[in-house]
């Protein structure tokens, strides 16, 4: 009973939180500068079939009650409305894409941690912070995406998995770096080594422990920087996928599409925060 | 001890695999024989009638069976479906003699019926053909089939240039709208995947024949990869993958020059100019001292004297543009005024009819009779380099008069607001592409009543007189018969522009191109689709 | 502590250094040798010139003391405020404590690209460039805090779970003085955040350029130069193109050494 009812009460909070996301998403959309202007009005040759469609979208969105009405009524007759773009249904544009960012996004999560736990493992082993490890993240760190982008495009290999792990694998270092030296220099620990227990000993029954409530909160960090760190990879690389979409859609003020995706990250960071919330109480219990 | 070099062994070990497995690079499938390269952006529509944007346009040109064809090299009308067409003197008949046995891609025969259905239906209101206000009143054109070959379109008014409206006709089968699907054009649309590409295979039944009589087209299709990353672009073309680049970024000529010296071309000025105005609308929200400046014609003038535009094309397009002074570009030939007085580079110049006009200097700042500092913003679209160097290269060339210069990139939606809605802009910095060399595609710029009158749109009467004057010289040219009343009224015009910096031209850019060296048959044209408009005789070395 | 000396002492004679090529007579950010663009080094120009002939190494020096103090405040207010918000949520009833993570969600999932966009149509077209640089890292700062201020909150729960917590709190102590023993405990999270947001600032804020917010011509950006390094022509033209990245490396380094625990 408890467990249903914890359930509901976490749908609950997806729902209102989908719900204010998407309304502060229309306000937003319909009133930043430009939602009723296109570079097509420029054209001599396209202005006038610009401006018609342009003052059939001012009369569809001519108040924000409007607006969420007609996109609700989409949402329930299974469409999720109608791009502005492309004239397509929202949906047909969002669900091929959803399997390719979600992959991209897995490997990189995946390969990013692999390797930060790795190297932040392997920078353990000295006594003090090395430059070694320090120096390559910290260049990851201040490279723009763009430029490690160009710099693979040089190199001949490389793509947006690559980019993408090395950007989160970076960060996340950069957090278990200085976790795992904390933990390691913890007195119990020092004790530990010096009775003589190997090293994989240490780590598994005396550090993990300890630092696996704070493992969890970075993983939902990480996932948070993963989702916006997926914007510009895809872009640069030309991904077919969600980032690519929503950046699309941005920057042509597409708001079906850009509240459909919203909507998706809206659902992604509830989840990955009421999933940290869980297995944190589950640890505590 | 052991241990942990075990453990740091391990590590290491899983970690190189990790990285090699990221590194796979990309694969781009290419079919033997098949053209590539890329566009900008989705074709919004693969309906031939309802192409309203550049990346359509070209779909539809690489795809679509025509009556006429434009030649974008001699600039002359050619038949293309049709063998032969003649214009009634008095311009309201034309007469079309299809060939004998045409047919569709999917092997249907094409007949005078087909190209009817075609032509009513792009003029029909229901479709929203945007070729269709080329015939100036649509509803009152008729079209008759007399036999199986002869079409006869009864006009209601003389066209200037009908031969090229239909041109952007296509001729799809009756009744049975294809999308591009099933066409007489030498390709025919086989493959979309959104953000990804288009893919176009020959058509197997094209009536085209070289001079040799062989059957075209040589390529065996055409991919268009949808790419707006130039840095990827031109990385794909140096490795083989793409075939031409239409309009290759000055930054990145000389770095593909120096790798491949024979891919590139600097064809010379290109039809279109870059170009700075100030908003000279009464309505807009600035303040009236601001708006006094920029209706005086002595400000703009002084403005234009003091800046650099050699530096401009220099600095900025590394070279590869012209300094502009007129509205029409020197590529232009038949329209071109050469007999142009313009305002030269001349700061002492400016500054002294500055002071004539009642500004004054204060120090390092310029000050206008009522003691108001001339400050001034300048908008351009962020994404142009170019641009950007050259409002950085005019705020350095107005210090000097003593006129303090903001730069403000803004994305593109934002920018159209302010210019063409808000009009909540001082001065505006963008270029303008010209398709059509002849004048009176530009009439939705000249006409004061027009909303493309960037610098006081929709005006419900002609503001000063010298807008007025080009208003009566530009109607004049879009109503009359004889070339040289209308060369006259042209070079009229620009001379109006010249005398008061409406725009202020800043440079021509350079038409830049890069061809692959593989790739045989290219002519480049100054007129759209400049690389590709003999796509039929396009092929690749070594392909059959 | 040898090394956080050293490091401060570094930092230091960095901005000195810098103060001391901006404040040279003679020298000038936005001056354009139009003779020279993109020129090598030379006895006038020692770090040679940018595409439009400005002197590189004033322009560098000038855009790292702009940038590195608007990163740096940008980032210690979004570090701030994320700790706050986050040992706030821990620290106060369940339901507060929920409320406050709901309104994170929600200010995670916004496109706060319109909102920019907004807050650029509000300014006036002159503002003056140094007031939009300080708007820009004022934004940056605002928007920066809701992806860590979760993971805060969840260190923070912890350690009101944990049991010498539990002790203290039965002892008797409130607020303020709970903070006190907080916090150190969260440096760990906190110090990595502060250090990965000063270059993600610098570079937000180069990229905001496309929306017309971000520091305006003729003052140097920091970010604009590290985004010139994604331009493969650029690359190859000049080696000197190099420099601001290196810089930064070497900055975050020091500030890494510095915030380096005992």
Redesign the interface.
Known sequence: MKSAVSLLRRLA?TV??VF??VF??TV??R??????????????????????ELSAEAARSSSVRQMLSTEMSAWANGSLGLSR??DVPVLE?VLPRLAVTGSLMLRAIV?AW??AV??S??SN?GR??S?LW??PT??L????T??I??IC??A????P??VM?LLLAA?DF??LD??L??AW?SPHLLQAKAQGL???HLVRAHILPNVA??L???A??SI??AL?ALVPVE????V?GLG??AW?A????DLPV?LAV?MI??IA??CV?MA??RS?DWQ?A | MR??SR??RS??A??CA??A??????AAPRLPGELAWTIG??P?TFDPAKV??QESELVRYLTAGVLLRFNRSTQKVEPQLAESWSLSPDGKTVIFKLRPGLQFSDGTRLTAKDAAWSIRRVLLPAT?A?VA?EFVSANDVTVETPDERTVIVHLPKRVIGIGKVFDEIAIEPAEHQSEGRVTAGPFVVADY????YVRLRRNPHFQGRDAKGSVLPYATGVRLD????H??EI?LFA?GEYDLIDGLPPDYFGMLKQKTPAAVRDLGPSLNTEQMWFNQSPGAPLPAWEKAWFQSQAFRVAVSRAIHRADLARIAYQGHATPAYSSISPANGAWYNHNISVPHEDPAEAKSALAHAGFRLNGSQLEDATGHPVKFSILTNAGNAARLKMATLIQEDLKSLGIQVTVVAL???????????TQDYEACL?GL?N?DPDPN?????WLSSS??HQWNPSEKTPATAWEAEIDKAMNLQASSPNDAERKRAVDRVQQIVADQQPFIYLVYPNALFAVSPRLLGVQPAVLEPGLVWNIESLRLEGAK | MR?RVLASWLLLGMVLIAIAVVAAPGSSYSNQDRDLPLAGSSAHHPAGTDALGRDRMVRVAAAYLLCLAGAICASAITTAAAAGVGTLSAFSPESLG?LG??V???F????????L??V??ALPLTTSPAHSAAITFLVLATLGWP??A??????A??LR?AEWMLQVRAGGLRGRQIVRHVLPNLV??L???F??CI??FI?AE?NLGALGLGIGEPLPSW?GM??E????AM?LQTRWVYLP?AL??LI??LL?AIA??A
């Not at chain 1, 941005?250 to 003020?253: I, K, S």
């Not at chain 2, 497995?21 to 990309?26: F, K, N, R, S, V």
């Not at chain 2, 994305?411 to 809605?421: K, Q, S, V």
């Open positions: 909070r209102l939180v204010l996301v502060g998403s937003l959309i009133f930043a500068p430009g939602y009723l202007s296109d570079v097509r009005e420029m054209d001599a040759r396209y202005g006038d079939a610009a401006r018609t773009q492309y544009l390969f692999s390797l790795g190297a493992l392997l082993a003090n912070p430059l320090q120096a910290t260049l760190l201040a490279v723009p763009s430029a982008a160009t495009l040089l001949g290999s490389g793509g998995v690559l792990t960060r950069k957090f200085r976790l030296r904390q220099r190997t090293t994989l409530s704070q969890l909160a970075l939902t960090l948070v920087t916006s872009v640069i690389f030309s077919p690519q979409l699309n941005a920057m042509n003020r850009l919203t990250m809206a960071v509830t925060g940290s919330d944190a505590g | 241990s942990c453990l740091i590590v290491s899983v970690l990790a990285i497995m990221m590194c796979a690079g990309q952006y989705d919004k309203d944007d929203g945007p206000e995947r959104r953000s990804q949808v790419l707006d990353n840095e990827r990385n490795r994305d593109f939606p934002a920018l159209i607001e302010r210019l063409m809605h963008l592409e398709v595609a530009m009439m939705n710029v909303p493309n | 090394g929920r993570m709901l994170c969600d929600v995670l999932a916004l496109p706060w690209l319109f909102l966009m907004m650029r149509s992806a860590c979760r993971a805060v909150y969840r260190g729960c912890d779970n760990p999270l110090i990595p955040q250090l990965i270059p993600a570079i180069a970010g590290l985004l390094l994604d331009n493969s690359l990245i930064l490396i975050l380094l890494e380096v625990e």
